[in-house]
């Protein structure tokens, strides 16, 4: 059963330290009772250290190994709070931001939390988008001298899909693409839309033989560069979240993190409806504890 507060009065009386933050975090990593992650016993005794020892393997684990928490030298607590100003600013939070809020002394500790949970936010076996669905690319970055569109030099090519819930965007996905090449776009595709798909792009080469892939492949937009704008959703949310870049990280993104930052906000976006702060707080500690670093995108 989902429990999670419902304000930030709530939040405050219900984590009061770290032994709070640890059971609750051991109720969302295991629901149905503690599971080794060496031999999946269900048997355990508590150590004075906070471990918990397998009484099948002797396996010792704590409740953050293997998760975006494992190793802070920060309280609970403090993670706690730094996920719920995440989750409750409607556009995110820069570095920045988060250093002043929690008082850190160095702004590298705020970015690399705020790199941790982003990691989090990617939700593991997450579904794929289906229905119709279109897509496109889009350049993101400053100014550059050269070709603009699809020769455009210096910039980071983003490839981007969206559900087209009747003329209303459903769900997004954003990723980094080397070049829009049929190469680049193909795998990319069968990776994000689910087979049978009705899939709505321009006529660029790249997309050509979609329809081989087991998809249903409607030419949109006779030309890739000009003419009336009939992939209205994609254009919508790469709009989005320029502005978003812009505005929250003041165009501070490195490309070479610029993934990171697609992550965070196709997690704000696909979750624009909800109403509640609590739930989007409880789906993050649902996820940074099944999210394990080691394996994640260095």
Known sequence: MEQYPKNFIEFEKQFTGDDACRDYLFQ?????????PQCQGQEFWK????????????HQTSVTAGTIFQGTRYPLKIWFMAIWYVVSQKNGISALGLQRVLGFTRHQTAWKWLHRLRIAMVRPGRNQLSGV???????????????????????????????????????????????ASE???IPEISRT????????????????????????????????DTGENLLPLVHIAISLLKRWLLGTHQGAAQKSHLEYYLDEFTFRFNRRTSRSRGKLFYRLIQQAVATDLGKARN
């Open 28 to 36: 969302v990593r295991w629901p149905n009772g503690f599971q080794c």
């Open 47 to 58: 150590t004075s250290r906070q471990l918990y020892h397998c009484e099948n393997c002797g």
């Open 133 to 179: 669905v279109e897509v496109d690319e889009a350049y993101i970055g400053g100014k550059s001298k050269g070709k603009r569109d699809r020769g455009a030099e210096g910039k980071s090519l983003v490839f981007i899909a969206a559900e087209d819930k009747g003329g209303h965007i459903g769900r997004i996905r954003l990723c980094l693409i080397p070049d």
């Open 183 to 185: 190469k680049s776009l």
């Open 193 to 224: 839309v689910a087979p049978g798909s009705i899939v709505h792009s321009d006529d660029w080469k790249g997309y050509v033989n979609l329809s081989s892939k087991g998809y249903q492949h409607d030419v949109i937009r006779q030309s890739a």
